[in-house]
Each structure stands twice: as C-alpha cells, then as structure tokens.
C-alpha cells in the first residue's frame, strides 16, 4: 500500500459518492475498482470497472456508502485525487482531479504522471 497513515489515498466529492452508492445498489456490485493503464495519447488513462470482490491487497476507500478500490498498481498514481461526477448537457461522467498528473491530452482521458522518484519525494514530504 502507498499512502500516508490516516490519510485516505482518494476522496470523492458528494455527486461521485452519490453515483457510486447508485451504481453498487443497483448492479449489486460490492464498489467500484480504479486503475491505470498504458493507452491513450498522453501514455496513460484510467479504469474504472465494477467489482464483485474486495482483493487483499486494494487501498479500499468508503465514503458516505459509496466504496472505491484502488489497483495494487495504481495506488501511487492515484494518491491524492478527488473523484468527482459531472453533468452537462453533452456528457457526464466522473473526472478525476489528480495532483500527480504532468500531463494530459485535449480530451481529458488521457494522463501523463510525474515520475516515480518525483511522486515518492511528494508523498514522504506529506508525512
């Protein structure tokens, strides 16, 4: 796990929590798993996927009855986002608010993050 003690590696914001206790009710799903992955023209975009199960080695966040698991992988570029859901009259969807992100593509779902020495230099000034 990466993180600091007592610290919740991500928040969401009242909408996000919202719409993630919607979908877990709805679908019967135990929360929602968040990752990253290669792709997309920055390098790198996010995963968002239903989960049946909590894995061992998740960061598992719970916030007013919505839950979020965070890919073993993914936790060090995830440390510090804001979760949010946003609807306008052309789209909506979450969006992440990350700290970690160097970088991103016109279209918003493609991210490039700071390297690991700069995001591991961040993290243990914060604790």
């Known amino acids: 796990m990466f993180g600091i003690p007592g610290k919740q590696a991500v928040t969401?914001?009242?909408?996000?929590?919202?719409?993630?206790?919607?979908?877990?009710?709805?679908?019967?799903?135990?929360?929602?798993r968040i990752g990253v992955k290669k792709g997309g023209c920055a390098g790198m975009e996010y995963t968002m996927d239903y989960a049946d199960e909590i894995d061992s080695n998740d960061e598992v966040v719970e916030q007013d009855g919505a839950r979020v698991m965070?890919?073993?992988?993914?936790?060090?570029?995830?440390f510090g986002t804001e979760i949010d859901y946003e609807v306008s009259l052309l789209?909506?969807?979450f969006k992440f608010r990350n700290p970690n992100v160097a970088d991103a593509c016109g279209c918003g779902e493609s991210i490039k993050f700071k390297d690991v020495e700069e995001?591991?230099?961040?993290?243990?000034?914060?604790?």
């Open 12 to 32: 969401m914001t009242p909408k996000a929590a919202s719409q993630i206790r919607t979908l877990m009710e709805r679908d019967g799903k135990k929360g929602l």
């Open 70 to 78: 965070i890919a073993p992988m993914a936790q060090m570029f995830l």
């Open 91 to 93: 789209e909506s969807g």
């Open 119 to 127: 995001l591991t230099a961040a993290q243990n000034s914060e604790s």
